[in-house]
């Protein structure tokens, strides 16, 4: 039987995290271009669209594009998904970040479909999501998202995605 290595310190794993988060949201220029953020707190991941005038679909209401929305929740879950992915082998060690670039990671899953619940008009103002992955296996995830803006209770829309997962390397 092998000693078993003593836990590293939480600093250590948190900044593999942070940067493995990084790393996949730096590797999408789309992810940029839309402003979109994610906050982490231990496994849970929160995605952010920082409010700004050329997200607005309907200048009359005025309301987020419905297009916006869609792509919003959409990364949300894809991050999730990916981030996911590679929790074991950040939790292990067996993934260093030091000095990692995007390409150096996983591709990112591929969206087979994605359905859209449009709730209410997204206001004019920060959007918020969260992605719970209902099913996640070697080829195939499904993923639920949750949209919302002021109050979590009230979201103003939700997706169900399917995706194929991206094979591991040996």
Excluded: C
């Excluded at 979109?36 to 309907?58: A, H, Q, S, Y």
């Excluded at 992915?85 to 969206?111: A, C, H, I």
């Excluded at 004019?124 to 996640?136: E, F, G, K, L, Q």
């Amino acid at each position: 039987m092998s000693p078993r290595r003593p836990p590293e310190p939480v600093q250590i794993v948190k900044q593999r995290r942070d940067a493995a988060l990084h790393a996949l949201v730096s590797g999408v220029p789309y992810i940029q271009y839309m402003g979109i953020k994610f906050e982490r707190r231990g496994d849970e991941l929160t995605g952010v669209l920082p409010f700004r005038d050329m997200l607005i679909g309907n200048p009359m209401l005025p309301a987020i594009h419905g297009g916006v929305t869609a792509a919003f929740l959409e990364v949300t879950a894809i991050i999730t998904l990916s981030l996911t992915y590679l929790w074991e082998d950040l939790e292990s060690g067996e993934l260093d970040m030091e000095g990692m670039k995007p390409e150096d990671l996983p591709r990112l899953p591929k969206t087979v479909d994605f359905t859209v619940d449009y709730l209410r008009s997204g206001l004019p103002r920060d959007a918020y999501a969260r992605a719970s992955i209902n099913r996640s296996g070697r080829r195939y995830a499904s993923v639920h998202v949750e949209g919302w803006q002021d109050n979590r209770a009230r979201l103003f829309a939700q997706a169900t995605g399917h995706f194929v997962m991206p094979q591991r390397r040996d």
